[in-house]
């Protein structure tokens, strides 16, 4: 529900930003930036141009905060929105080396778009997914968020959590199969 900011945690930290408050900031930074680099480089497709837009996005988000109204949407989705069209900005910036196809062409180019029906069933699978994810034990979902989020390799996921790699990866690999046990149909 719009407004409800106690069920949206993302939306009281962007309040407490709105007012300057720096801790509120990095709170929301660990917990949004993940989703938020995720839609940079999803349109940008360059890991480097993604973290640069990514800054931009967070500044941004810290001094435009007391423009987000928790009635008119949901503190991720005026984040997302703040990202996509940075991300946009800088594929339209001159001297960005995007790659084109002719006009004629269009016609025969697939929509990258989903349908109402597609976003639908998306946001479905999107909550299946955090129900599972929840599931998990916190290290196992942890790591398997860290790998899949920030990109880091099975030796970065060991030497950051001090576990030796052979349990790092049979903590994902078990993950993993949990995962695909509780979104099977």
């Not at 409800?4 to 709105?18: E, F, M, N, R």
């Not at 900031?25 to 360059?46: G, H, K, W």
């Not at 007391?66 to 997302?80: I, L, S, T």
Request: net charge negative; glycine share 6%; charged share 30%.
């Amino acid at each position: 529900m719009p407004g409800d900011i106690t069920a949206d945690p993302q939306a009281a930290l962007l309040l407490h930003v709105a007012q300057g408050d720096r801790q509120a900031f990095e709170r929301l930074y660990r917990l949004a930036s993940p989703r938020l680099f995720a839609i940079c480089i999803r349109v940008l497709s360059d890991r480097a141009e993604a973290e640069d837009v990514l800054q931009d996005v967070f500044a941004t988000i810290w001094h435009k905060a007391e423009q987000f109204d928790p009635d008119r949407a949901g503190a991720m989705a005026w984040m997302a929105m703040i990202a996509r069209n940075r991300a946009i900005d800088r594929l339209r910036a001159p001297g960005h080396a995007a790659r084109t196809t002719a006009i004629e062409l269009g016609d025969e180019l697939p929509d990258a778009g989903l349908s109402p029906v597609d976003e639908a069933e998306a946001s479905d699978d999107r909550e299946r997914l955090q129900r599972c994810l929840d599931k998990l034990d916190d290290r196992r979902r942890g790591l398997i968020r860290t790998a899949f989020f920030e990109g880091a390799t099975y030796e970065e996921l060991a030497s950051r959590s001090g576990a030796p790699l052979g349990s790092v990866k049979s903590w994902i690999r078990r993950g993993l199969l949990q995962l695909r046990t509780c979104l099977e149909p």
